[in-house]
């Protein structure tokens, strides 16, 4: 079927509107339509006797790997590497028997993600798949295809693509951690139940966006943006930054917090507005003081968080952005939604072609 803007200016606008309605239809796929159990195929999903799990993908979809491997390090207790697809079959990485190998792809067709996947054959234990296309070569090559279900995403920079990658890897990463034993009967439940509730979170987060409007104006005017988050939140400061630079053409870098002070903090000045990811996790004291030291040295702060966290945060932040509050597990997929509305405005403040920007392709089949 065809696909058109229903209403909206851009397909990037659209799909960023969509994704309360597919993230649910992901949850239900997954989990049902109630209770708590895990839909996953667990005889051809074996995480026990694994020693390691490597994820592999290109552009958004390496975001959504590189947050993964935060959710199934911390809750299955597996180390995870995770790589680009391009370098990864280069470095000729040794690929054992013990090892599953994931690749993420929204079209399923991405030269150097498949290239990759062919590496790992006859290395690997599994060789699992998570795109958005059950068709793509990259499904077929696999032996177990997770649809994300975010149905057609027309927009080059992708989007509700992201998000239901994100959902389908934690949904995996429970899977790993209840079949290795760590994640009780009472934490799972819990879980879910924050996904469920994610499609209205998601909702509210939308209904912000006039404050992502407003301040995207403000961003429009700079040259350079930084991006910075911590732990599972460093993940998507790369994708805010990525999504940035693909469609505003703004130059746009991405730091882990803790790592500014060895190096990037050289650049902060007046003229550098720095977005900042921080829900109410583990490490939020840690970001605030990251950037306190941005804001001595002149910086301008947009600070995304929920309430309590910009109160906290207190005087001498520049902009912010409230999120609702969420289990702090699922704060990357909700904060996903102020990045991409960030880069959406900017892009349209700046008049930039937001669905095709210059030089880019949806999918890239050669290498
Ligand atoms: C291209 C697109 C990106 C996308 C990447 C990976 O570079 O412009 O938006 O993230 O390919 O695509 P895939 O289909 O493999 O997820």
């Known amino acids: 079927a065809r696909v058109d803007k229903g209403g909206y200016k851009h397909f990037m606008a659209k799909e960023i509107a969509e994704q ?3 993230i649910s239809e992901a949850v239900g796929h997954y989990f049902g339509s109630s209770g708590h159990e895990i839909r996953l195929p667990s005889d051809q999903l074996d995480f026990t006797g694994l020693d390691r799990v490597v994820l592999v993908a290109c552009g958004t979809a390496y975001y959504a790997c590189l947050t993964a491997k935060y959710w199934i390090e911390r809750l299955a207790g597996l180390p995870v590497e995770v790589d680009v697809a391009s370098e990864f079959r280069y470095r000729e990485p040794p690929i054992g028997e013990n090892t599953l190998a994931l690749f993420v792809s929204q079209s399923g067709e991405t030269a150097d993600t498949l290239a990759a996947l062919r590496y790992c054959r006859d290395k690997a234990r599994r060789i699992v798949a998570v795109v958005n296309v059950p068709e793509s070569s990259i499904a077929r ?6 649809p994300i279900l975010a149905g057609t ?6 989007t509700k693509a992201f998000s239901c990658q994100l959902t389908v890897l934690l949904t995996v990463a429970m899977e790993a951690a209840r079949q290795r034993g760590r994640l009780s009967e009472e934490r799972q439940a819990d879980i879910v139940a924050a ?3 994610l499609p209205a979170r998601i909702n509210l987060a939308l209904d912000f966006e006039e404050v992502t409007e407003r301040v995207a104006h403000e961003l429009a005017e700079a040259r350079d943006v930084l991006f910075l988050g911590r732990g599972q939140m460093y993940p998507l400061a790369l994708e805010g930054a990525l999504k940035m630079k693909e469609i505003s053409y703004i130059h ?10 060895h190096g ?4 902060i000045d007046p003229n550098v507005p720095v977005v900042v990811m921080a829900p109410r996790d583990a490490l939020f004291d840690k970001t605030v003081s990251n950037m306190q030291e941005v804001m001595a040295r002149g910086g301008k702060v947009l600070l995304i968080s929920d309430r309590k966290g910009i109160e906290t945060a207190g005087d001498g932040i520049w902009r912010s952005v409230e999120m609702p509050e969420v289990d702090t597990l699922l704060a990357p997929i909700l904060y996903a939604i102020p990045a991409q509305q960030l880069a959406y405005h900017t892009a349209v403040a700046k008049g930039t072609d937001v669905d095709q920007p210059r030089n880019l392709a949806k999918s890239v089949t050669v290498e």
């Open 20 to 22: 309360p309605q597919v």
């Open 141 to 146: 090559e696999s032996d177990v295809a997770l």
């Open 153 to 158: 995403e027309i927009g080059v920079a992708s």
């Open 195 to 197: 996904l469920r509730g």
């Open 252 to 261: 746009a870098e991405a730091y882990a917090s803790g790592e500014l002070k």
């Open 264 to 267: 990037p903090i050289a650049l």
